[in-house]
């Protein structure tokens, strides 16, 4: 990996509201959690700080996390959207950080290799935003973001995320295997779906 102390922000703070009761990041996949496999891929593609953005304790998220070298962040007000987890997680970067991958935690199709893909590309100093995508070209995740956008990416509100700033910035799609880099589970017959599609 070109860039292995490459910091990284994991969203994982919010509600799993669509999930009817249950938390999709603590779904289990190849019997984990979601939430753990992708840490573990995360703690595997840099030695770098990983963030988590998580609810306020007490919460199983915690406990899925803990033996982990990653720094659980509270958001109290992750209710106000995406903005507000960001914001937190920007603030809680190291001193001197140049580039941060934000991820969701929401993608069980993403690998240990995609991660190191889109790490590496950020090398590419024609952009200072660099973009998984689908094999199509559709913008995805993980996102890398270089520290001129640190100041921008800390004053954000709402649910939006950083999709007004990265309509203005030069950024790179970087493509993934399949849809890998898009497909999220939100529900639980997306959940029932995927499952039925992965056997």
């Known amino acids: 990996?070109?860039?292995?102390?490459?910091?990284?922000?994991?969203?994982?703070?919010?509600?799993?509201?669509?999930?009817?009761?249950?938390?999709?990041?603590?779904?289990?996949?190849?019997?984990?959690?979601l939430l753990r496999?992708?840490?573990?891929?995360?703690?595997?593609a840099t030695s770098g700080t990983i963030i988590a953005a998580l609810p306020s304790p007490p919460h199983p998220r915690y406990t899925t996390l803990k033996?982990?070298?990653?720094?659980?962040?509270p958001v109290p007000d992750a209710a106000e959207g995406m903005g507000e987890s960001i914001r937190?997680?920007?603030?809680a970067?190291?001193?001197?950080?140049?580039?941060?991958?934000?991820?969701l935690a929401d993608l069980p199709d993403l690998t240990t290799e995609d991660l190191i893909t889109v790490a590496q590309a950020?090398?590419?100093?024609?952009?200072?935003?660099?973009?998984?995508?689908?094999?199509?070209?559709?913008?995805?995740?993980?996102?890398?973001f270089d520290q001129s956008h640190f100041a921008a990416l800390a004053t954000l509100t709402g649910d939006q995320g950083?999709?007004?700033?990265?309509?203005?910035?030069?950024?790179?799609?970087?493509?993934?295997p399949g849809t890998?880099?898009?497909?999220?589970?939100?529900?639980?017959?997306?959940?029932?779906a995927w499952r039925a599609a992965r056997r």
């Open 1 to 33: 990996m070109s860039h292995p102390d490459l910091p990284i922000i994991l969203l994982a703070a919010g509600s799993s509201a669509r999930m009817r009761g249950t938390d999709k990041l603590m779904e289990e996949i190849d019997g984990q959690p």
């Open 37 to 44: 496999r992708l840490a573990e891929m995360l703690r595997a």
């Open 67 to 73: 033996d982990l070298e990653i720094l659980c962040l």
């Open 88 to 91: 937190t997680c920007i603030k």
């Open 93 to 103: 970067l190291p001193p001197g950080t140049t580039k941060a991958m934000i991820c």
């Open 122 to 144: 950020s090398q590419d100093k024609t952009h200072t935003i660099w973009r998984g995508a689908t094999e199509a070209g559709k913008p995805g995740h993980p996102i890398v």
């Open 162 to 176: 950083a999709k007004d700033l990265i309509k203005t910035a030069r950024t790179a799609l970087i493509p993934l």
């Open 180 to 192: 890998r880099a898009l497909t999220d589970l939100d529900t639980p017959e997306a959940w029932a």
